[in-house]
């Protein structure tokens, strides 16, 4: 056999030749600690409702999320996020349900309080887009603008009532200029100081978001670009990280993770405080459709996706699949 030169000078590949040393020289590991499974909860249902666009996703009945929560715990998941998704006519122009302390979330927060204790870090979404009936994160003005500072009242009162229900932690994941500000001064104000705040600091306007519209019955029409990020941008992530960790921020979060790995990777490299990365419902639809269609291989696509996302830089990943992972790993 010919040696043309002296290539090659290096061979990386001896550190790839078994799984044993591939195993050993692996720089990033999932935990089951890293896992936060959201869940949906919704008011009136007997049975729980398969989400259509979510295959193996359910809106839980109050005893099925129960469930879900301590098979996640036994499985080692860190935390749960719930959602709650009211009955139809309880929703409202303010999303009183939101407030309301026998509102779905409340009461669920509850719930799964009471069955895991302090065991699994139980956290809230903090939005009103869930009990609002024309679907927006915030109150509108009478021109049907988001209205920034009236939505902030409305902030302040659900934190406290998500705090008064069992929320170790709350997401506020609305976008209002703001809102951790208020939110931190809120549940102080009453007593819960130890309550946290996970910011949903660089949230984007996502078209991935779409079965997550589903999951949680949601009326809007049009769309929330006037508060959510613009995918082309960078800095104003930065300015979000800046203010967030300002107003009291306990952690900070990228959302939706995989197409904004590189926000990932910049806010993890400038900040001291946990960071999050949630892989949304349209990152979960799109591996379990292409699975389906036998178009990609299903479990290494999901840990690959994950990997990837901790690689950038999360703490913690928020991911549908967390329980069946974290059983995996
Ligand atoms: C807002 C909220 C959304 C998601 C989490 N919190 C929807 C949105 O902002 O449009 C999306 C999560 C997902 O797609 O999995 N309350």
């Known amino acids: 056999m010919t040696k043309y030169g002296s290539f090659p000078g290096a061979r990386p590949r001896r550190l790839r030749t078994t799984p044993a040393m591939r195993r050993m020289v ?3 590991r999932l ?4 896992l936060i499974l959201p869940a949906f909860v ?9 989400i259509g666009a979510m295959p193996g996703v359910f809106q839980h009945t109050r ?12 499985a080692g998941v860190a935390g749960i996020m719930l959602f709650g998704v009211p009955e139809e006519s309880k929703k409202d122009a303010l999303g009183t349900a ?10 669920a927060l509850r719930d799964v309080r009471d069955e895991v204790g302090d065991d699994l870090i139980v956290m809230s979404d903090l939005c009103l887009d869930e009990t609002t009936d024309h679907g927006h994160c915030g109150v509108q003005d009478d021109q049907g603008r988001v209205d920034n500072d009236a939505t902030l009242e409305r902030y302040a009162e659900m934190a406290q009532v998500q705090a008064d229900a069992g929320a170790h932690v709350v997401g506020p994941s609305g976008m209002m200029d703001g809102q951790i500000g208020v939110i931190r001064d809120a549940l102080d104000q009453v007593g819960h100081e130890d309550v946290s705040i996970l910011a949903y600091t660089a949230k984007y306007s996502s078209a ?3 079965p997550f519209r589903e999951a949680v019955g949601s009326s809007l029409k049009g769309d929330r670009k006037t508060y959510q990020q ?4 960078t800095r104003e992530s930065l300015r979000e990280l800046a203010l967030d960790l300002e107003e009291g921020a306990d952690m900070v979060m990228v959302k939706p993770a995989g197409p904004y790995l590189d926000i990932l990777a910049r806010i993890s490299d400038a900040v001291d405080v946990p960071v999050a990365a949630y892989q949304i419902s349209g990152e979960y639809a799109m591996i379990e459709a292409a699975a389906e269609r036998g178009w990609i291989e299903r479990d290494r696509a999901i840990m690959e996706s994950l990997t990837g996302i901790k690689r950038a830089g999360a703490n913690m990943i928020l991911t549908y699949w967390a329980t069946e992972v974290a059983r995996q790993l």
């Open 63 to 74: 005893d099925s999320l129960k469930k879900a929560a301590v098979e996640a715990l036994e």
């Open 42 to 50: 919704r008011e009136g249902i007997s049975d729980p409702v398969e």
């Open 26 to 28: 692996a720089e990033t």
């Open 208 to 210: 991935f978001y779409g």
């Open 31 to 34: 935990h089951p600690a890293d």
């Open 98 to 107: 939101g407030t309301d302390p026998d509102g779905i979330l409340q009461v």
């Open 230 to 233: 613009d995918p082309a941008n």
